[in-house]
């Protein structure tokens, strides 16, 4: 049983999992209206998640979509013989662990769940940069309808767009002034202290030979 959201790192891992484990493996994608009354507001729709599995080579059969408890009639009607999932309890309401009956009749296969990216993970990745990702779609041609934004939201973003813009450039001018002065000056500098190095090395030799030969006599 999976939701399949955003189908990533963790499903595909707890896959390889189960296939060293079973000869046959079925992946059970819970309902759009199942997942967003008990879980939360989906970001792939049910017909997403259940083509994203179904491509996944670990998976044998997809039943989409697929009821939020199993239990024993479910498993007789798909001639299903363990169920996966990690052992915590799964409460859902006043049932401390929904997984209980299937445990009670040793049908129940316990596995470690890898902990990776998860889909609410992705969902406060794409939170934190909020007003980039708009500015990206917006930029790339998408309405401010289609991204559920106000008229005024929509200006803002494109003034913040401008004086970043204006920032890149002035900071592109600064940087291509100071590299074109620096260059000739440092050259200047290197130019004028080579004869001063040059006098006091030829100044320091004779005056080492003028030490030597007083020695000498």
């Known amino acids: 049983s999976n939701i399949c959201e ?48 179904r491509h996944c080579k670990y998976v044998d059969e997809v039943i989409c979509p697929g009821p939020w408890t199993v239990n024993l009639e479910f498993l007789e009607q798909h001639k299903i013989d363990f169920v996966v999932q990690n052992n915590a309890p799964y409460p859902m309401g006043d049932i401390p662990d929904i997984y209980k009956p299937i445990k009670d009749l040793g049908m129940f296969l316990p596995v470690v769940r890898t902990e990776t990216v ?16 708009l500015s990206r779609n917006l930029e790339r041609g998408y309405s401010r309808k289609e991204l559920n934004i106000t008229f005024l939201k929509e200006k803002r973003l494109e003034v913040r767009r401008t004086v970043e813009g204006v920032h890149r450039m002035i900071n592109g001018y600064i940087t291509d002034f100071l590299e074109y002065f620096y260059q000739p000056i440092s050259h200047r500098i290197i ?19 003028e030490a030597n030969e007083q020695d000498n006599k």
């Open 6 to 53: 955003c189908n990533g790192f963790t499903e595909i891992q707890f896959n390889i999992i189960i296939r060293n484990i079973v000869t046959l493996q079925f992946l059970q994608v819970a309902s759009d209206k199942d997942t967003e009354a008990l879980k939360g507001q989906t970001v792939m729709t049910e017909e997403e998640r259940c083509e994203s599995v």
């Open 118 to 133: 998860s889909t609410s993970d992705y969902i406060t990745r794409i939170i934190s940069e909020y007003d980039s990702y």
């Open 191 to 209: 130019n004028f202290m080579s004869p001063v190095c040059s006098d006091n090395e030829e100044e320091g030799e004779t005056e080492g030979n």
